[in-house]
């Protein structure tokens, strides 16, 4: 981005910075002492510095640049795995972040992926997993589509960049193809197929609730912001679907005490990490699944956090701060919040930041120095949302 006119040196950026250095200084103390407040006054000390803990890689992941149309692309490098760049599922679990700070990053965390779509270069009803492999972005390079996920992903955030600027531009720009994607959704997302989430580690499966909700919560995304650009009647349509999905999945994914890992298993159970949009928009749609997930998890935990799922051990510590920002009380969120605080404090793998790691033992999995810990801002959205 700042050799974006082509006319500038690294050199000459080194000696903008030397001269601006007591300037630069004085905001980064700032920002600082407004970032710790922000953090503890949403979830207390240990949360903050997990905050602070994760800031610097969270932007470290991304490399910023203008697109020939003027749009800001703020592209994630798929960092420990395959190399991605411009991830849709990393963007998702980032975005608070960005939304929290600077909207115009929300929306470069997802402008390549919009052009990608409208370009005619890819071709199918729901978006691409990634635009290539880093550093060049030419197309997807993943092998095998997310379509529910990233569908879901795409809708969800640009509601909430809509939201965060309180006014439907950015999605009337993209209207046609939001509207496929929702409708794709609207077809395909309530029970999904065969096919992976951003989990992917954990193999394909089918009948995913979790990805379902994903689904439903896109679509009342959609159905707001057609209500936001005075769109009416398609906001009635779409908001009613989305209540009869969620009123199906409500009865369909119970099993007793919690909710299950997928449709057809009553005897497991999973995070359901994408339901807190409810809670922060307001929908009102899954308060009640919310309260019953959060008093199950409780029960749950292991010393270093609560597992993604009934499956294994092994958890994603951006999810489980997503998940605690379910809970009713601040005290119920820190207890989700202190085993994580736990695992970083006394972790032996020696590794930047990973998200992905044990609950019984203090090691990694794999996964290090990625961007969607940027997810962990997600309680600082939510508690400066309730305070507009």
């Not at 972040?97 to 270069?121: D, Q, T, V």
């Not at 292991?302 to 005290?331: F, H, Q």
């Not at 990694?364 to 309680?379: E, L, Y």
């Amino acid at each position: 981005y700042w050799n974006r006119n082509g006319d500038a040196s690294i050199e000459g950026q080194f000696t903008l910075a030397a001269d601006d250095y007591a300037g630069l200084k004085e905001r980064c103390v700032r920002f600082d002492n407004d970032l710790m407040h922000d953090a503890v006054q949403a979830g207390g000390k240990h949360y903050a510095e997990l905050c602070a803990l994760a800031y610097r890689q969270t932007l470290a992941a991304h490399k910023l640049i203008m697109t020939p149309e003027g749009d800001l692309a703020y592209l994630s490098k798929e960092c420990d795995s395959n190399g991605s760049i411009g991830t849709v599922d990393l963007s998702y679990p980032s975005s608070p972040l960005f939304l929290l700070y600077n909207p115009e990053l929300a929306k470069a965390l997802i402008n390549f992926i919009f052009h990608y779509s409208e370009s005619g270069k890819w071709t199918s009803p729901y978006p691409a997993h990634d635009v290539g492999t880093y550093p060049v972005a030419n197309g997807q390079t993943f092998v095998g589509d997310m379509p529910v996920e990233e569908a879901g992903n795409m809708l969800i955030l640009t509601d909430a960049i809509c939201k965060a600027e309180g006014a439907p531009d950015y999605a009337l720009r993209h209207w046609e193809v939001l509207t496929q994607w929702a409708d794709y959704l609207v077809e395909n997302g309530l029970d999904p197929a065969d096919q992976l989430c951003t989990d992917d580690f954990a193999g394909r499966f089918p009948r995913n609730t979790n990805l379902s909700a994903k689904a439903v919560l896109a679509i009342a995304a959609y159905a707001d912001l057609a209500e936001m650009a005075d769109k009416t009647e398609v906001a009635e349509k779409y908001s009613a679907k989305a209540s009869e999905m969620a009123a199906w999945w409500k009865k369909t994914a119970v099993a007793g005490d919690h909710y299950a890992l997928t449709f057809d298993r009553g005897d497991t159970w999973s995070q359901k990490y994408n339901l807190v949009w409810d809670k922060l928009w307001g929908l009102n749609m899954f308060d009640d699944v919310m309260e019953k997930e959060i008093n199950y998890y409780l029960k749950k935990q292991n010393v270093y956090g609560l597992p993604l799922d009934c499956r294994k051990g092994y958890t994603k510590s951006d999810w489980i701060l997503w998940t605690a920002c379910m809970a009713k009380d601040n005290e119920t969120f820190k207890k989700f919040v202190s085993p994580v605080y736990k695992f970083y404090s006394e972790t032996t793998s020696r590794v930047p930041m990973s998200d992905w790691f044990e609950t019984e033992k203090p090691v990694w999995v794999s996964f290090r120095a990625r961007s969607v810990i940027g997810g962990f801002w997600f309680k600082v959205l939510m508690d400066k949302n309730d305070n507009k």
